[in-house]
């Protein structure tokens, strides 16, 4: 780590941009196995909320992959620094006062907490998409559990490496039993019962 470091506060502060995107910046983290229906929550969540007129952007696991963390496998030491770097990201855009979604399989519980701790209290939302591996390997929408069933892909999650679910999220989605619409309610209802989807009360008069 490098040292003779100093952190600088910065002039414009973090309700200052949030007075002026008129909301709260937060961190939705969707968390589930793979197919357990992550990335089609965050799209839905983030279609609604930009119609609705706030500024969101969501971190796909995969996506993310292709460029921030494509150095990074898939052993249990990448999928750390995964989340952690995702985490920090997150993070940046939620002092911004953006809305970040981030939909990673995320299957560590320290990890998860770790990246918890660094988002103000109330801002970080931890989501379990709450789906059977049974289930997941039903729909299998990229063959991957064809694959790690067959050897093709080690350490994955279900299979062949661990998934730690929440124990205490801010919300359960049970995929199996409720479709895209009323998931999508229910995270949008959660960002609106926190009080997150408008400015900061001493700002909003301003």
């Known amino acids: ?87 920090e990201v997150a993070a940046l855009f939620a002092d911004a006062g953006i809305i970040a979604v981030a939909a990673l399989i995320s299957p560590y519980r320290r990890e998860r907490d770790s990246v918890r701790e660094r988002i103000p209290a109330g801002r970080f939302l931890e989501i379990h998409l709450d789906a059977s591996v049974e289930v997941c390997e039903g729909r299998d929408p990229k063959g991957l559990y064809q694959k790690a069933r067959a050897g ?26 409720m479709d895209a619409d009323a998931c999508t309610d229910a995270v949008i209802a959660l960002l609106a019962g926190r009080d997150l989807l408008t400015p900061p009360r001493e700002m909003s008069a301003r």
């Open 1 to 87: 780590m490098a040292t003779n470091l100093e952190y600088r506060n910065r002039s414009i502060s973090r309700e200052q941009r949030e007075a002026l995107l008129r909301q709260k910046g937060c961190v939705v983290w969707l968390t589930g196995l793979s197919g357990s229906g992550k990335s089609t929550i965050a799209d839905a969540v983030e279609r609604r909320l930009y119609e609705s007129g706030h500024l969101v952007y969501v971190f796909d696991g995969d996506n993310i992959r292709h460029g921030l963390n494509a150095d990074l496998g898939f052993a249990p030491e990448d999928r750390d620094e995964n989340v952690r770097r995702v985490g």
């Open 152 to 177: 093709a892909i080690p350490d994955f999650t279900g299979i062949s490496a661990p998934y730690e679910s929440p124990e205490h999220p801010e919300l359960v989605l049970r995929t199996a039993e």
